[in-house]
C-alpha cells in the first residue's frame, strides 16, 4: 500500500467518527490498493507464463552467482510460480473480503488485518521483483574454466545484459552450448559475425592463419587446422574460393585463452538465437571490479 494512501488511512480510522462517508472513503482506498495487487501480481504470472523456457535457462545460468544461491534460484523455478499464483489469489480473496465486509466490519480490525497482508505482499513483491529484474534484464553468472585467461579467470562473476542485446565486434557473450555438443553455458568472445569476411591462408607451420574482413595485420588465430576449418565452416558450406561470409544470424566465436578453448574451432558457428547475452561487468573479485580490456592468449609470434 502506498505510504499516502496509508496514512490517510490511518489518520481516518484514529480520528474516525461514525458517519458513511468518512467510513466509504476508507473501504474505497483499501479496495483500491487491493486491485493494484491483483493487476500487478496478474502481470507476473503472465509474464512468468510466456517466458517458461528463457525462466528455466536463466535459473540454471545463475546457480552458483556471488549472491544466489541455489534455494534462491533453484534449477525449477516451479517455486516462483507459486508464489505468484498464492500471491495473485490471496490479493483477490483479500479483495472478496473487503467487499463483501464493507459495511459490517470494524475500521480498525480492517486497519490490522490489511497492515499483515500489506506487509507480506510487499516483502514477496520485492523478491519476485528482484526475481524478475535479474531474469530479464542483468543477470549474474560465475565463469567456469580458464578459456577466457587472462581477461577472465574462473570463479570470476559477471554480469551479463540481455534485453534487446544486438550483436557487436568483440563482444564477451554467454550462450548455451548444449545443441553444439557442449556441456553448459560457455562464455567466449565473437571474432566474426553476420556478413563479415572470414579468409584462411596456409602459413609456414602448413596451418591456417583466420582473419576478418581482410585484416591482415591483425590475424584472429594462427594455428587452425583442416578440420577445425571445417567446423567453422559448417563442412565448408560457406567456405568458397579460399574465404566465407559469416551467413545471416551466425557468429564465430573464440576463447580469450586459444591453448585451452572449447569455441567454434570446435562447436562451428553459434546461432544468434542460443545467446544469453553480453558480459557487461565484473563484480567479483571485489579488487577486480570493472570491465578488463582484452588479454589474448595465442599462438601467434
Given at each position: 500500500m502506498k505510504k499516502i494512501t496509508k496514512r490517510k488511512i490511518e489518520e481516518n480510522i484514529l480520528g474516525y467518527k461514525d458517519d458513511e462517508t468518512s467510513k466509504e472513503e476508507i473501504f474505497?482506498?483499501?479496495k483500491m490498493s487491493s486491485i493494484w495487487h491483483i493487476l500487478l501480481f496478474g502481470i507476473f504470472l503472465i509474464v512468468s507464463l510466456l517466458n517458461i523456457n528463457k525462466l528455466e535457462k536463466l535459473t540454471d545460468l545463475t546457480q552458483?552467482?556471488?549472491?544466489?544461491?541455489?534455494?534462491l534460484f533453484s534449477?525449477?523455478?516451479f517455486i516462483i510460480f507459486?508464489?505468484?499464483l498464492i500471491l495473485f489469489f490471496t490479493s483477490v480473496l483479500a479483495y472478496i473480503y473487503i467487499v463483501k465486509k464493507n459495511k459490517n466490519i470494524k475500521l480498525k480490525r480492517l486497519y490490522k488485518n490489511y497492515n499483515i497482508y500489506d506487509f507480506v505482499s510487499f516483502a514477496a513483491t520485492s523478491f519476485v521483483g528482484l526475481y524478475f529484474v535479474i531474469l530479464f534484464?542483468?543477470?549474474p553468472c560465475t565463469i567456469e574454466g580458464s578459456s577466457m585467461e587472462a581477461t577472465y579467470s574462473s570463479n570470476d562473476r559477471v554480469f551479463v545484459w540481455h534485453l534487446n542485446y544486438k550483436i557487436k565486434d568483440n563482444d564477451v557473450i554467454v550462450f548455451d552450448a548444449k545443441d553444439y555438443g557442449g556441456n553448459g553455458y560457455y562464455i567466449k568472445r565473437i571474432v566474426a559475425k553476420e556478413n563479415d569476411i572470414v579468409t584462411f591462408e596456409l602459413n609456414e607451420?602448413?596451418?591456417?592463419t583466420m582473419y576478418v574482413n581482410h585484416d591482415?595485420?591483425?590475424p584472429v588465430e594462427s594455428n587452425i587446422s583442416t578440420y577445425q576449418i571445417k567446423k567453422i565452416t559448417n563442412n565448408n558450406e560457406y567456405y568458397i574460393n579460399g574465404e566465407m561470409i559469416v551467413p545471416k544470424n551466425k557468429v564465430i566465436v573464440l576463447g580469450d585463452n586459444?591453448?585451452?578453448s572449447a569455441d567454434s574451432r570446435i562447436l562451428g558457428m553459434i546461432d544468434k538465437s542460443d545467446i544469453v547475452g553480453v558480459v557487461i561487468f565484473r563484480f567479483y573479485p571485489f579488487n577486480k571490479m570493472g570491465n578488463p580490456t582484452s588479454n589474448i592468449i595465442d599462438h601467434i609470434d
Open positions: 474505497k482506498s483499501v552458483t552467482a556471488f549472491f544466489s544461491s541455489k534455494l534449477k525449477n523455478s507459486l508464489i505468484i534484464l542483468i543477470t607451420k602448413f596451418l591456417y591482415y595485420e591483425n586459444r591453448f585451452d
